[in-house]
């Protein structure tokens, strides 16, 4: 079912049964009328039959129009017998409110005349922007949508929001501790430090004051003649050891251990790079249509069989043998946020297929588009590429 930004449309099977049901209750009413009006003029002779049959019609008349404007009435607003019994409801195309009284009504005149040529009974079918608007829906500006359940909350189309991790505990080094006084506690959830290897531990002098383990520093490489070796804050703390010292030079408590290996750099996927390219709005698109004609678009640029000539905006008239696109029918445009469509109030609308998913594009609202999706446009469909 086609989803809209305030519902989806109702299925075809639902809309049916609804009418069914409607039609039965007022098929009922006519019943019972009859009934009474035979009753009314039984037994009764033929100058009598003709004073009080003209009222006794006239009164079935009129209560048939009541129920018409009742009927009328439940459409405009919360829906009829059989539309609640289905769980659908009557809503205009632009924002999915109630179509009031005078739609209603106007919508049920053209709904009887149709369907007089029978073929009015099967108007909805003929709608291929998945609407399924009939000419009296259209006639109308309505829409069948299904009825939003009371315990389920409106799509808002905000995201909701996560709520902020908790704050991590402080990991401020501990103050320093005067010489042999026992060490503090580790904050809760460090780690504690590796055991000390077992062995005499030597006697410490009273003035000796235990140095913490300092991180060993690998050495740095020879420096080969023309390269750069050694760049501050970025290399190591300290430059390295100048070449004036020899071998029988000090060497510190790292001396004894090889070079650290670097770990390896991150190679990213190709494939995922090639899909995050393809994936950033550009500032062109290209419209490809159904018979291979290509429309480059950039600036707001209005499609349609004639479009009228509008300020700062490009003109693409479309070749449509079938009538099926209005003369100005949609506006595009490629901005460096993303491409937008929108539907300027056309005949047959316009729906933007993506992923399997149809989404009507209301009149006068901008659609985000996307590389890969398909429009349908009346009876024509254009894909939508590009490139930055």
């Keep these: 079912m086609t989803t809209l930004p305030f519902g989806r449309v109702a299925p075809i099977s639902r809309r049916v049964v609804a009418y069914v049901i409607d039609a039965l209750i007022a098929a009922g009413i006519g019943i019972v009328l009859a009934v009474v009006m035979v009753f009314v003029v039984s037994g009764r002779t033929p100058e009598e039959v003709l004073r009080v049959g003209p009222v006794a019609g006239?009164?079935?008349?009129?209560?048939?129009?009541?129920?018409?404007?009742?009927?009328?009435?439940?459409?405009?607003?919360?829906?009829?017998?059989?539309?609640?019994?289905?769980?659908?409801?009557?809503?205009?195309?632009?924002?999915?409110?109630?179509?009031?009284?005078?739609?209603?009504?106007?919508?049920?005149?053209?709904?009887g005349l149709a369907a007089n040529i029978i073929v009015g009974y099967f108007t909805?079918?003929?709608?291929?922007?998945?609407?399924?608007?009939?000419?009296?829906?259209?006639?109308?500006?309505?829409?069948?949508?299904?009825?939003?359940?009371?315990?389920?909350?409106?799509?808002?189309?905000?995201?909701?929001?996560?709520?902020?991790?908790?704050?991590?505990?402080?990991?401020?080094?501990?103050?320093?501790?005067?010489?042999?006084?026992?060490?503090?506690?580790?904050?809760?959830?460090a780690p504690l430090p590796p055991p000390s290897p077992p062995g005499p531990a030597a006697p410490l002098p009273e003035e000796t004051v235990v140095a913490p383990p300092r991180t060993p520093t690998p050495p740095a490489p020879p420096a080969e003649e023309g390269l750069i070796a050694f760049v501050p804050g970025v290399t190591q703390d300290t430059p390295p050891p100048s070449s004036a010292q020899?071998?029988?030079?000090?060497?510190?408590?790292?001396?004894?251990?090889?070079?650290?290996?670097?770990?390896?750099?991150?190679?990213?996927d190709d494939d995922d790079i090639e899909a995050t390219r393809i994936s950033v709005p550009g500032h062109r698109l290209?419209?490809?249509?159904?018979?291979?004609?290509?429309?480059?678009?950039?600036?707001?640029?209005?499609?349609?069989?004639?479009?009228?000539?509008?300020?700062?905006?490009?003109?693409?008239?479309?070749?449509?043998?079938?009538?099926?696109?209005?003369?100005?029918h949609f506006e595009a445009a490629a901005e460096p946020s993303g491409g937008w469509v929108m539907d300027r109030h056309s005949t047959n609308g316009m729906t933007v297929v993506r992923g399997g998913e149809r989404i009507v594009c209301p009149p006068g609202e901008k659609i985000r588009i996307r590389l890969g999706d398909a429009i349908e446009i009346g009876d024509r469909i254009v894909t939508i590429g590009g490139y930055a």
């Design 286 to 328: 290209v419209f490809t249509w159904d018979d291979g004609t290509r429309v480059e678009v950039s600036r707001r640029t209005v499609f349609g069989r004639n479009p009228a000539a509008e300020e700062g905006a490009a003109l693409v008239s479309v070749r449509d043998e079938t009538l099926s696109l209005s003369k100005t």
């Design 124 to 189: 909805p079918l003929f709608d291929g922007t998945g609407r399924f608007q009939g000419w009296h829906d259209k006639a109308g500006d309505a829409l069948m949508l299904e009825a939003v359940p009371a315990a389920q909350a409106p799509d808002t189309g905000v995201p909701q929001v996560a709520p902020a991790p908790p704050p991590l505990p402080s990991m401020a080094p501990p103050a320093p501790t005067a010489p042999g006084a026992p060490l503090p506690p580790p904050p809760s959830g």
């Design 246 to 268: 020899g071998p029988g030079a000090a060497q510190g408590p790292d001396a004894g251990q090889g070079p650290v290996q670097p770990e390896p750099a991150l190679v990213q």
């Design 58 to 111: 006239l009164l079935v008349w009129l209560v048939m129009v009541g129920w018409l404007l009742t009927y009328t009435a439940m459409q405009g607003g919360k829906g009829s017998i059989g539309m609640r019994a289905q769980r659908i409801r009557l809503a205009r195309t632009v924002d999915g409110a109630p179509i009031g009284f005078w739609r209603a009504l106007l919508r049920n005149l053209v709904f």
